[in-house]
């Protein structure tokens, strides 16, 4: 099968089931991540976040999901990302990514996650989301992008990626 094409063909009526946030906050040469302990990616490694909650701005979901499951107050989140994860039979989500340069507090660990400082160049893409290897690093770097995932529980199938413009990002 043409994963490419499936994944045009689904966005054509693609809406998202849920919209979630991730945040990365960053410290000298490293980044906050978590090791997920419930919910969806349990057992994973990736940034802070979680769903929104009614008349939240993503911003805001970002911060709140960094602070309840880290115990990090972070500050001034910039976009970084913008996806939609397109999936085959699991639910489908579009997701806001965030990093951030200032925080205050000492992360610990909590019911939610075991979060962990970890040097930029040592993150555990392996123990990751699939799609996070091709966008975290450009992220991180400091792009803007837009990007569509084609998964399958689980399974990465095909992916596409672009640098997302000023007045794009403005606009969100």
């Known amino acids: 099968?043409?994963?490419?094409?499936?994944?045009?063909?689904?966005?054509?009526?693609?809406?998202?089931?849920?919209?979630?946030?991730?945040?990365?906050?960053?410290?000298g040469d490293s980044v906050l991540l978590i090791e997920k302990k419930r919910g969806h990616?349990?057992?994973?490694?990736?940034?802070?976040?979680?769903?929104?909650?009614?008349?939240?701005?993503?911003?805001?979901?970002?911060?709140?999901?960094?602070?309840?499951?880290?115990?990090?107050?972070?500050?001034?989140?910039?976009?970084?990302?913008?996806?939609?994860?397109?999936?085959?039979?699991?639910?489908?989500?579009?997701?806001y990514i965030y990093v951030a340069h200032r925080h205050t507090g000492r992360a610990v660990e909590t019911d939610e996650a075991l979060p962990m400082w970890t040097p930029i160049q040592d993150?555990?893409?392996?123990?990751?989301?699939?799609?996070d290897r091709y966008w975290l690093p450009r992220v991180l770097a400091g792009e803007r992008l837009e990007g569509e995932f084609l998964f399958d529980a689980g399974r990465l199938l095909a992916h596409r990626l672009r640098k997302m413009s000023d007045e794009e990002a403005q606009c969100l």
């Not at 939240?56 to 989140?77: K, N, V």
């Not at 993150?123 to 799609?131: C, F, K, L, Q």
Request: glycine content about 10%; proline content about 9%.
């Open 41 to 95: 990616g349990a057992g994973r490694i990736n940034g802070p976040g979680g769903k929104l909650e009614p008349e939240e701005s993503p911003a805001h979901c970002a911060l709140r999901e960094t602070r309840e499951e880290t115990g990090i107050t972070a500050f001034d989140p910039m976009l970084r990302g913008v996806f939609k994860f397109v999936d085959l039979v699991d639910q489908q989500w579009l997701g």
């Open 123 to 131: 993150i555990p893409y392996p123990e990751m989301w699939p799609d």
């Open 1 to 27: 099968m043409d994963w490419d094409l499936e994944l045009e063909a689904r966005l054509a009526a693609w809406t998202p089931d849920l919209v979630g946030t991730l945040l990365f906050v960053l410290e």
